[in-house]
């Protein structure tokens, strides 16, 4: 009852919040930041940690422009992601544009399904409106990892399906996937590829932003098992409340190649992105709590 109630709350407050206009939405969004810098000092430590130690170079003038840079960024994300409650399809479309479709759309069409890796970084989740850019009866398959509480979940899966979206819960993915291409289905899997994985998930190791990191493996084992083609999808900030997704292809042919192969892709891809502007990434992550030891530990 307590759980269900919290969540009713949560939702009249989020969707009266929604309402508001974008430029009033960033009004509050600045008083957040405000709050959550210099009064909560909202995971402070871990934000400085990560960078410093992702970039070992740079000053400690240019690390805190850096950090003042994302936590402007993480409190617009935040109203961002409320607005999609009442967020148009044209406005949607509008803020997220798309570039290089064409290969995207070929590959669907040659192949019955692509997998798209995406990071924590700018607008991802506005993503959720990609059905814009596909072809009628395709189906924009988003993985998503469940939440604890299940009517917060419930909520944020109504939030991410309300554009044509279609939630599949990541122990799923495989069996849902499957089941898809039987019923004659072309899709685009988008994955959420650089977070931090579950032990049991700790799979592949390799140097990220100068700190040993492990990385999910689980886009590259799904492309392998459908022999779909695997794209990175970079995102561009291109002002507050605008942003471009641009696929870029990995491979067309996974099961060619080794295994690993595609999630150090995705590795160094996003390592670009990020040195390109590091500000839009999830710092406030706590992305370097598993060593190798740990995993090790565990069996």
Not at 60 to 75: A, M, P, S, T
Not at 82 to 108: H, P, Q
Not at 116 to 136: C, K, R, S, V
Request: charged letters at 30%.
């Amino acid at each position: 009852m307590k759980s269900k109630l919290i969540y009713w709350l949560t939702y009249a407050g989020m969707w009266f919040v929604a309402l508001l206009p974008f430029r009033a939405l960033y009004i509050l969004s600045d008083g957040l930041c405000f709050l959550m810098r210099h009064v909560v000092h909202y995971r402070r430590k871990v934000v400085r940690r990560n960078l410093s130690n992702s970039f070992p170079e740079k000053s400690q003038d240019e690390l805190r422009r850096i950090e003042r840079k994302f936590y402007h960024y993480i409190c617009d994300y935040m109203v961002e992601e409320v607005k999609m409650m009442r967020m148009s399809f044209e406005d949607l479309s509008r803020r997220m544009e798309y570039g290089n479709t064409e290969e995207y759309l070929a590959m669907i069409e040659k192949h019955g399904g692509i997998v798209i890796l995406i990071p924590h970084y700018a607008d991802f989740e506005w993503l959720t409106g990609m059905g814009a850019i596909m072809n009628p009866g395709d189906i924009p398959v988003q993985v998503y990892k469940p939440l604890r509480n299940k009517y917060l979940d419930e909520m944020f899966k109504l939030i991410r399906s309300r554009h044509g979206g279609y939630n599949v819960p990541k122990h799923s993915t495989a069996r849902e996937v499957i089941r898809l291409r039987r019923d004659g289905k072309r899709v685009a899997i988008g994955l959420i590829t650089d977070q931090s994985p579950n032990l049991s998930e700790a799979h592949y190791w390799t140097t990220f932003l100068n700190q040993d990191t492990v990385f999910m493996d689980g886009g590259e084992r799904i492309a392998k098992m459908m022999d779909y083609p695997v794209f990175y999808c970079e995102l561009e900030k291109k002002g507050r409340g605008y942003c471009k997704a641009y696929f870029d292809l990995l491979t067309e042919n996974p099961k060619q190649t080794a295994d690993g192969e595609i999630t150090e892709l995705f590795a160094r891809r996003l390592e670009q992105t990020i040195r390109r502007e590091p500000a839009y990434w999830f710092w406030s992550h706590k992305r370097w709590k598993l060593t190798r030891e740990s995993v090790k530990r565990h069996g």
